[in-house]
């Protein structure tokens, strides 16, 4: 069974920085699809980035394209989410997701961590 772990998020003042790194369990195979979603109360989950491990395609929402990276370690089975230039509008649960796409292209997210909560706020 395929189990997905999220480290401890944490609370910053807008404009500073944090880390998520997630760590898949219990995986058979190569996982082709690792990202990040996140959910704010009363707020619907929203994809924040992921990262296709065949073709190396890397997805960002535009609401946060040129502040969050992504990256994917393909053989530790990890998924970490660098977070720059934080605004309390990032504030929410994060999700890291797993599953499969097509064309580089994710889409069926089958396996989901426990969720972390990141605060911005001054």
């Known amino acids: 069974q395929v189990q997905l772990v999220e480290s401890e998020g944490g609370s910053v003042p807008p404009g500073g920085s944090l880390r998520l790194s997630c760590g898949a369990s219990?995986?058979?195979?190569?996982?082709?699809?690792m990202g990040w979603f996140r959910q704010a109360p009363g707020r619907e989950r929203e994809e924040v980035a992921y990262r296709h491990s065949l073709s190396g395609y890397t997805h960002y929402s535009d609401s946060v394209k040129g502040r969050f990276t992504v990256s994917l370690d393909d053989a530790k089975k990890t998924v970490s989410l660098q977070m720059d230039s934080l605004t309390p509008e990032d504030s929410g649960m994060y999700f890291c997701a797993a599953g499969r796409g097509n064309g580089g292209v994710c889409y069926n997210w089958k396996y989901w961590g426990q969720g972390t909560q990141v605060t911005v706020s001054s």
């Open positions: 219990g995986v058979t195979g190569r996982l082709e699809c």
